[in-house]
C-alpha cells in the first residue's frame, strides 16, 4: 500500500475543492478554502522529506539562516555521539549530532548521556532488515534541543516505505531523509 506524499495530497484536495471556485466567487469562500489548505498541508502527520528538496525549499523561501544551520548540522564536523550495536562513543564536548543505526535506537533515551545539545539525528539504514523494523520517535523525548531526524537508507528502497516506519510522530521533529546507495 503506497503513502500519499504531502503533495499528491494537496493536489487531490485542490482538485476536489473546485466547486468553491464554482460558486460566486466571495472572500469568504476564498478564506475557507485557503484555511483547509493550509491546515492539510501543514498538519499532515507522519511525513518526511527529501533532504535536497527540503534544503532547496527553505533557499527558495529566504529562511537563511534555518539553512545555513541544517547544512553545518548535515555537512560540518562537529562533535557528535555514536550509537551503534549497543556501544556509545562521544566525541568532542557538547555534542549537536547524533549517529545511530536501528537496533539501537530503542535504548538511546538510557544510554546516551550527553543529548542536552544534540540538534540532528542520523538513523542509518543499512539492511533489508533495518526495513522491518519500526522507528519510535518517542526514543527520542529526552532530546530536548532535537529539531531534526535524518533517515539514510544504504539500501534500495521508497519514501513511502521509510515513513511507514515512522512510529509516534508528534510533528515534533523535522523528519527527512535521503536514499544513498553505493555513495
Same mark, same amino acid.
Given at each position: 500500500?503506497?503513502? $500519499?506524499?504531502?503533495?499528491?495530497?494537496?493536489? $487531490?484536495?485542490?482538485?476536489?475543492?473546485?466547486?468553491?471556485?464554482?460558486?460566486?466567487?466571495?472572500?469568504?469562500?476564498?478564506?475557507?478554502?485557503?484555511?483547509?489548505?493550509?491546515?492539510?498541508?501543514?498538519?499532515?502527520?507522519?511525513?518526511?522529506?527529501?533532504?535536497?528538496?527540503?534544503?532547496?525549499?527553505?533557499?527558495?523561501?529566504?529562511?537563511?539562516? $534555518?539553512?545555513?544551520?541544517?547544512?553545518?548540522?548535515?555537512?560540518?564536523?562537529?562533535?557528535?555521539?555514536?550509537?551503534?550495536?549497543?556501544?556509545?562513543?562521544?566525541?568532542?564536548?557538547?555534542?549537536?549530532?547524533?549517529?545511530?543505526?536501528?537496533?539501537?535506537?530503542?535504548?538511546?533515551?538510557?544510554?546516551?548521556?550527553?543529548?542536552?545539545? #544534540?540538534? *540532528?539525528?542520523?538513523?542509518?539504514?543499512?539492511?533489508?532488515?533495518?526495513?522491518?523494523?519500526? #522507528?519510535?520517535?518517542?526514543?527520542?523525548?529526552?532530546?530536548?534541543?532535537?529539531?531534526?531526524?535524518?533517515?539514510?537508507?544504504?539500501?534500495?528502497?521508497?519514501?513511502?516505505? *521509510?515513513?511507514?516506519?515512522? $512510529?509516534?510522530?508528534?510533528?515534533?521533529?523535522?523528519?527527512?531523509?535521503? *536514499?544513498? *546507495?553505493?555513495?
Amino acid at each position: 500500500m503506497r503513502t $500519499k506524499s504531502t503533495l499528491e495530497k494537496a493536489v $487531490k484536495f485542490v482538485t476536489n475543492c473546485k466547486f468553491i471556485f464554482s460558486f460566486k466567487k466571495n472572500i469568504f469562500q476564498k478564506n475557507i478554502f485557503f484555511l483547509l489548505f493550509f491546515l492539510m498541508t501543514n498538519f499532515s502527520f507522519g511525513q518526511i522529506e527529501n533532504v535536497d528538496s527540503y534544503l532547496t525549499n527553505l533557499e527558495s523561501s529566504g529562511q537563511d539562516s $534555518k539553512l545555513s544551520n541544517l547544512k553545518h548540522l548535515l555537512y560540518d564536523l562537529q562533535s557528535a555521539v555514536y550509537a551503534s550495536s549497543g556501544k556509545i562513543n562521544s566525541y568532542g564536548d557538547q555534542p549537536t549530532a547524533l549517529f545511530t543505526d536501528n537496533n539501537s535506537i530503542n535504548s538511546l533515551n538510557t544510554t546516551v548521556t550527553a543529548k542536552n545539545d #544534540i540538534e *540532528i539525528a542520523t538513523i542509518k539504514i543499512e539492511k533489508a532488515s533495518d526495513l522491518n523494523q519500526s #522507528i519510535d520517535l518517542n526514543s527520542f523525548s529526552g532530546f530536548e534541543n532535537l529539531k531534526y531526524i535524518f533517515l539514510i537508507s544504504e539500501i534500495d528502497t521508497t519514501p513511502s516505505v *521509510i515513513n511507514n516506519l515512522i $512510529k509516534n510522530n508528534t510533528s515534533k521533529y523535522i523528519l527527512l531523509y535521503k *536514499i544513498s *546507495i553505493g555513495g
